[in-house]
């Protein structure tokens, strides 16, 4: 893991790093290497000179509290809901307007082409609205039937 001795919250809310030596770093920024294809891979913690001063190998590396810590960083900075179900689709050809259930409840978005649909690996998508707001699929083959019915007649 990397040179982290305790990551904590100052008194005005924002991250603070203790490191190894016991230096701290104040206003720290936690920046993932790879956020759709490995989001919990990969972490860097970075100080207010946009310099790393920490690595996280892996988020569940950290202790509980630490790790939650930096899961509600990202929670509160990062706005990609997450489609759980595909409710209903315009037309089967594009441009088309496509009704989903979110995380964050439900949405309806303008598809523009099948372009804007990209696979990001083991059957998770990335997809791109006309206002170009994202929307995470996780794994497309755990939708609902017809869920995944409307969404084969796009890839």
Do not use: C, Y
Request: proline letters at 5%; aromatic letters at 6%.
């Amino acid at each position: 893991m990397s040179n982290i001795q305790s990551l904590a919250r100052n008194a005005f809310g924002r991250l603070m790093l203790i490191d190894a030596l016991g230096q701290t770093h104040e206003n720290v920024t936690p920046v993932r290497a790879h956020p759709l294809s490995a989001p919990d891979e990969g972490v860097s913690l970075v100080g207010t000179d946009g310099h790393e001063i920490a690595w996280i190998d892996h988020v569940d590396q950290l202790p509980h509290a630490q790790r939650a810590l930096l899961l509600e960083e990202f929670a509160g900075r990062e706005l990609m809901p997450t489609v759980q179900r595909l409710l209903s689709v315009s037309t089967f050809s594009t441009p088309t307007q496509w009704t989903v259930e979110t995380d964050r409840g439900e949405t309806t978005f303008i598809l523009k082409s099948e372009e804007d649909i990209r696979r990001i690996g083991e059957g998770r998508l990335l997809i791109a609205s006309s206002h170009g707001l994202h929307f995470l699929v996780p794994d497309r083959f755990a939708l609902d039937r017809h869920s995944r019915k409307l969404l084969e007649r796009f890839l």
